[in-house]
């Protein structure tokens, strides 16, 4: 979808190559620059999965000569990718005031936690940090438990690294119709409150509250995760009436008078505790079992490896790798078609002397 669009990577970590290499799923040319030296955590791995898909090449931005072929390779490109902190690039000589003259069309994809300004824009932070700041924190977790979400999720990939491509696609349709580049701010702390929003449109109407676990998704008994007599798990989440209806009658709680008062916050909590009884009475199978085909909105909570092995994520051809070295698929899908195995990350460096001919260096 993206052939014909060259995006130039500066490495990092996290959300940054993240977004990087969901552009080279959709096709678009990826180099990313990696430094000379390898990261302490890469030093036994000669390719990082995020690289699949790229083409690499080693130069050091701080010796001169390296900056010139930096500054070629950004001359050449529809977009970059940076997520070092505000001010590093300026001093670098590559912010974005420096290359406009080299390519007043690029656009410049900033991926930073805090954003570029700010009372906070210069702190170190990691994904819990932003989300939490952001208030998409909040409602993770039961009252009483300290908040915590699914890892990297929220932040660093739902609210950094997507919003960052977003921005992206965006600026370069504007650049192809106009010809002029744009400066793309993707902060973590922007994206995580905005995905918030669709939560917070339920406020209107009650059924969202500040306080946690009296929301309607943040504290029933239909929308929470049971521990399974095997220690295993399983999610329900019956919001609608006709979806718990089925729910309750597939447990036999159909006639239950308590049950069937289905948003009464008082009973939340004690209705919670009758069905942590009744899931921890029988193993997680004997749940996928009984729910199986119905409109109930319960399924299992899976590791990756075991949602490699569920019936519907093999047939869509989600998960690809062995254990627990396992990568997904490119998404979205176009046009019906599966995208296959995921595309080879090189070794850093693979592509140095590639691309400096191709500069004519």
């Not at 905005?194 to 406020?203: G, R, T, Y």
Request: proline share 8%; hydrophobic share 40%; net charge negative.
């Amino acid at each position: 979808m993206l052939d014909g669009i060259r995006i130039i990577e500066i490495e990092g970590i996290g959300p940054g190559p993240f977004a990087a290499m969901t552009l080279a799923d959709l096709g678009a040319e990826v180099i990313v620059i990696h430094r000379p030296s390898t990261p302490a955590a890469r030093r036994d791995q000669p390719a990082n999965p995020l690289d699949r898909g790229k083409r690499s090449i080693l130069l050091d931005l701080k010796d001169p000569a390296d900056l010139e072929v930096a500054k070629k390779l950004i001359a050449s490109a529809h977009g970059l990718i940076e997520g070092m902190r505000p001010g590093v690039m300026e001093r670098l000589g590559l912010g974005p005031d420096d290359v406009r003259g080299l390519n007043p069309r690029l656009v410049y994809g900033r991926m930073t936690g805090w954003g570029q300004d700010g009372p906070r824009a210069t702190q170190a932070g990691h994904d819990l940090n932003y989300i939490g700041l952001s208030g998409a924190l909040w409602y993770s977790g039961l009252p009483g438990t300290p908040p915590m979400s699914p890892a990297t999720l929220v932040g660093d990939i739902g609210g950094g690294a997507l919003y960052l491509v977003i921005g992206m696609l965006a600026a370069l349709i504007r650049a192809r119709d106009t010809g002029v580049g744009s400066v793309v701010d993707a902060a973590i702390v922007d994206g995580s409150a905005h995905m918030m929003n669709l939560l917070m449109s339920m406020a209107s109407v009650g059924g969202t509250v500040t306080a946690r676990g009296q929301s309607r998704l943040d504290g029933p008994h239909w929308s929470r995760s049971y521990r399974c007599a095997d220690d295993a798990y399983i999610a329900v989440q019956a919001l609608e009436p006709k979806f718990y209806a089925i729910f309750l009658d597939r447990l036999g709680l159909s006639e239950d008078p308590e049950f069937m008062r289905q948003n009464d916050k008082p009973l939340w909590p004690r209705l919670a505790r009758r069905l942590e009884e009744i899931f921890a009475g029988q193993p997680r199978r004997h749940w996928d079992d009984l729910f199986d085909g119905l409109d109930a909105c319960v399924a299992p909570v899976l590791p990756p490896r075991d949602s490699k092995r569920d019936p519907h994520m093999a047939a869509r051809e989600v998960w690809f790798g062995q254990g627990d070295v396992l990568q997904a698929a490119a998404a979205p899908r176009f046009d019906g078609k599966k995208p296959g195995p995921p595309k080879e990350a090189p070794e850093r460096g693979a592509h140095s002397d590639a691309i400096r001919k191709e500069l004519e260096l």
